[in-house]
């Protein structure tokens, strides 16, 4: 029988963690906190490391419900979060497989003998979603439901710290906009009723042809996205991406993004994860080098929705809210800013 095809989401994985890989030579992030001349500190993302991940989608020319346009978001996020001092296990998806691996099983591999270190770790590696342990997505409850979450830093001592939901629009805006808007509103609510200290976040990517295909449209929503950061139960912040990208390779619409149609109970794992696809660093460097060109417009995005100011936001907020002795990177990088 004929070996089955690796998904997109496989095919991608190979290509967001070689990204970010390079990105962060042997692993050091560098420091996203500058303080300019005039002495305000503000959050500097990595807009090269985000136009990078945008092409890939574009490269695989994978449609929106294989999950992989709006997956590029939740890499970077979590890229941006351990540039923040967040370490690999913290911020989830992780840069490696498994993409949820919490920090009891992550210190108990550590604690490990060699020996057996290596048996469990191949284990984790291979099996992927091993229930109750490790996962390929965050699954939270909030007041009324389970969410399926997309950035996530929890912990059992914790509780959620940080929640992330992303969504991306390449095209239709008019019959779409209004749907994910909903949908949004709905899942703050659930998730800030039921974790109030929790930074809760959400992320809009928007193909930048809106402005000149449905300017009224892009207005419309500029100004829904912004009131949606100023509710006091829903989003502490949100943050709108605008990417401009040639239109031979747009994203194929293949209608919405995969639902989540039955959420395990809880302690279950949902099915299906994609595995990276095994290639050297040669062939990933020869895919990455060939990306389509993806700008991200950071002068039309109004300040109230720009990216660091978001980032700066969610990164403040989980400091703010647990006691000094956590988190001693993430303070003493904020603390540490580069001056400019």
């Known amino acids: 029988m004929a070996a089955e095809s690796p998904s997109a989401k496989a095919k991608a994985w190979v290509l967001f963690d070689r990204i970010v890989a390079c990105a962060a030579p042997d692993g050091v992030h560098s420091n996203p906190w500058v303080k300019g001349p005039d002495g305000q500190l503000r959050f500097e993302p990595d807009f090269e490391a985000l136009a990078r991940l945008l092409g890939v989608p574009l490269h695989l020319k994978a449609g929106t419900q294989s999950g992989v346009p709006a997956l590029a978001f939740d890499v970077w996020l979590s890229y941006e979060l351990r540039r923040a001092g967040f370490n690999a296990d913290q911020a989830w998806p992780r840069p490696v497989h498994p993409r949820i691996l919490p920090a009891p099983i992550a210190n108990l591999l ?5 020996g057996l270190r290596k048996a469990v770790a191949d284990r984790i590696e291979r099996d992927g979603a091993i229930t109750g342990a490790t996962s390929a997505n965050g699954i939270i409850l909030g007041k009324n439901y389970l969410k399926q979450v997309d950035v996530v830093i929890s912990d059992w001592v914790t509780g959620p710290e940080l929640l992330i939901s992303t969504k991306r629009m390449d095209s239709s805006y008019g019959k779409n906009a209004p749907n994910r808007i909903e949908e949004s509103y709905g899942d703050a609510k659930n998730l800030r009723l039921r974790h109030p200290l929790a930074a809760l976040g959400f992320v809009f990517g928007l193909r930048s042809d809106i402005l000149q295909k449905e300017p009224a449209t892009a207005e419309w929503l500029f100004d829904l996205l912004a009131k949606l950061g100023r509710e ?15 239109s031979d390779g747009a994203i194929p619409e293949t209608g919405e993004e995969p639902p989540v149609t039955a959420l395990p109970e809880p302690g279950q ?53 647990t006691p000094v002795n956590m988190h001693k990177e993430a303070r003493k990088r904020r603390a540490s800013p580069e001056l400019r």
């Open 232 to 246: 006091d139960d829903a989003y502490h912040a949100t943050c709108l991406v605008l990417m401009e990208y040639a």
């Open 269 to 321: 794992e949902l099915e299906g994860e994609d595995v990276p696809v095994p290639a050297s660093d040669a062939a990933v460097d020869r895919d990455i080098a060939q990306l389509p060109r993806v700008t991200i417009l950071k002068e039309e995005i109004p300040e109230e929705l720009a990216p660091g100011r978001f980032l700066a936001a969610m990164v403040t907020r989980v400091l703010g809210a």
């Open 110 to 114: 550590k604690a490990l003998p060699i």
